[in-house]
Every structure is written in structure tokens, then in C-alpha cells.
């Protein structure tokens, strides 16, 4: 059972890892003012893996500190550590190349529009998940996301559109990465179940990063200078943004209720939009502030419980 001073604790490290996730997207779109996108992901996203390799050690010794105390050490089979290995290899795959393609999508749109745009458009991930499943999975949709979806639709046009019916390159960008993370969030939480989150997050850190430092020779000429003169975007975006913010989501989400994480965890967009203002100087008309606060209300309608509007049955 969960304690009030757990969830306090719980929801300070969500809240950390949404300023870190907010400051992260300014950190990106300076990033790309000097290296190009699958180098800035390349180097970040290996760096990420590289942080979460101590993280995975302390943890794996933390628990076999435990089990040693409850004297119930449990030793798996070859075959069970084989089908574990496996799967965690199947799923980095399947995890880090749907990573990689949203993260780059990501970071290409800086190029075309601002931050917070693309702060509050990424955001939009967590709208498509349940729509997504409808189509494919046939997973039934709670009223509160389909208000959520029309309000998401409302609040994207005034962000956007600014008077016309047509959205830019960057805007595109950025709603083509917002279903790739909903496509991504669904593929974790498959692989999530039969895998130890870190180690899958590790994972897929690494097979995103090696599959665009590849592209990134291919179709960019990274040069050391250009890499140097970026170091502290990728610095913040790898070791803060990619080790120790989802450290911080995994803390937090043990003591935190699913849906109070998620409400948390949305503020990250809000802190996107603060820190492009205050850092640099990216503001926002009051019809794309409009655009903002309604997408954020449709982002958190679609994380209430589908019984929130329900009248409860008096005793």
C-alpha cells in the first residue's frame, strides 16, 4: 500500500521528469541550429543507453539484496534466462526502430516550426493511443477520450492553422511523430510485460541511436567541431532527458496512481511552451495559447477513468 509520503515522493519525480522533458525539447531545437537530425539523435540516444547501464546494475543488485533477505532467491532455468534474452532482444528491435523514426520526425520539425508547437502536438500521442486501438485491437473508447479527440482536434487548429485551412511542413512533421509515439507507446507496452522495463528502455535506446548513426552517414556529414559546438544539447538531451528522466518516471509511477501519473506527466508540453518563452524568446499569439489550453484540457480528459462522468449510485 501506498503511503502519503510515497506519493508525494512519487509525484516530485514525475514532475521533475516533465520539467527535464519540457527543457529537452528547447535543448533539441537548438541542437539542430548545428548538427543535423539523425546526427543529433545518433549521439543522444546512444548516450541515453550508455546512462541507463550503471542504472540497470544498481537495480539488479538492489533486488538480489532483497530476495537474499526474503531468503527467496529464485534461480531461473537456461531455458527461461534464454526465452528472457530473447524477447528483450526482439523487443529493443521492434521498440528502438519505431523510436528512432518518431524521434527523428521529432527533431526535423524544429526546423520548420517552434517548440511549443511541437511541444503540444507530440503531446497529442496520448489521444491517438486509445484510437489506435480501437482500429486495430478493437479496445473499447471511454467517452472522456472521444470528448478529449474532438477538443484535440479544436485545440490543434488554432495552434496551426493561424487562419488557414492547411498546416505547415513542420506541423506535419510533428503530427506524423505524434502517431509514431502513439505506435510506440503500444509496442512498449506489449514487450513492457514479458521484459524488464529498464533494460527494454536501454534497449531500445541503443538500436534507435546505432540505426541513425548509420543513416547519419549516409545522408549527413557530421563533423567533430560541428558535434563539439553541440555537446551540451546532446549532453542534457542524453544523459538528462534519456537516463535520468525516465529513471525518474520509473520511480515516480511506483508510488504515483496511473492516472495521476499521466496528468503529471502532461505538464511536460506546458514546461516546453515555458521554456521556449523565457530561454528563447519563442512566443505565442493568443490564438495559438488558445490551441494550447484547450489541446492540454483534451489531453487530460483522455487520461480520466472512463466511469468520470458517471453518477455515482447513492447507498
Not at 502519503?4 to 519540457?22: M, S, T, Y
Not at 533477505?69 to 528491435?93: F, H, Y
Not at 499521466?262 to 516546453?272: D, I, K, N, Y
Request: charged content about 15%; proline content about 3%.
Amino acid at each position: 500500500m501506498t503511503t502519503k509520503k510515497g506519493q508525494l515522493k512519487g509525484g516530485i519525480f514525475l514532475i521533475l521528469a516533465a520539467v527535464i522533458w519540457g527543457l529537452s525539447f528547447v535543448a533539441q531545437s537548438e541542437g539542430l541550429e548545428v548538427i543535423g537530425t539523425l546526427t543529433f539523435n545518433g549521439i543522444r540516444m546512444i548516450m541515453g543507453g550508455t546512462v541507463l547501464l550503471p542504472v540497470i546494475a544498481i537495480m539488479s543488485g538492489v533486488q538480489k539484496s532483497k530476495n537474499k533477505k526474503l531468503g527467496s532467491a529464485e534461480q531461473k532455468t537456461p531455458e527461461e534466462k534464454k526465452k528472457d534474452r530473447n524477447n528483450l532482444i526482439v523487443g529493443g528491435l521492434v521498440c528502438g526502430t519505431v523510436l528512432c523514426v518518431s524521434s527523428n520526425l521529432q527533431q526535423a520539425a524544429f526546423g520548420y516550426t517552434t517548440v511549443g508547437k511541437v511541444g503540444f502536438i507530440t503531446a497529442l500521442y496520448m489521444l491517438l493511443v486509445p484510437i489506435i486501438s480501437l482500429v486495430f485491437f478493437k479496445k473499447r473508447v471511454s467517452l472522456p477520450v472521444w470528448i478529449g479527440v474532438g477538443l484535440g482536434v479544436v485545440g490543434l487548429y488554432l495552434l496551426c492553422a493561424g487562419g488557414k485551412a492547411t498546416f505547415g511542413k513542420g506541423e506535419l512533421l510533428a503530427l506524423a511523430c505524434s502517431v509514431g509515439f502513439a505506435i510506440h507507446i503500444l509496442v512498449i507496452d506489449k514487450y513492457s510485460a514479458i521484459v524488464d522495463g529498464v533494460k527494454l528502455s536501454c534497449a531500445q535506446f541503443f538500436v534507435s541511436g546505432i540505426i541513425s548513426v548509420i543513416l547519419m552517414f549516409i545522408f549527413e556529414k557530421p563533423s567533430i567541431h560541428a558535434i563539439m559546438s553541440a555537446a551540451p544539447y546532446l549532453l542534457y538531451t542524453g544523459i538528462l532527458s534519456c537516463g535520468v528522466a525516465f529513471t525518474f518516471q520509473t520511480l515516480g509511477q511506483r508510488d504515483s496512481d496511473p492516472t495521476v501519473a499521466s496528468l503529471l506527466l502532461c505538464l511536460e508540453s506546458v514546461f516546453a511552451v515555458i521554456f521556449a518563452w523565457v530561454l528563447i524568446d519563442q512566443k505565442m499569439s493568443v490564438r495559438e495559447l488558445s490551441g494550447c489550453i484547450i489541446m492540454f484540457v483534451a489531453i487530460v480528459l483522455a487520461q480520466l477513468p472512463a466511469d468520470v462522468f458517471k453518477r455515482k449510485k447513492k447507498a
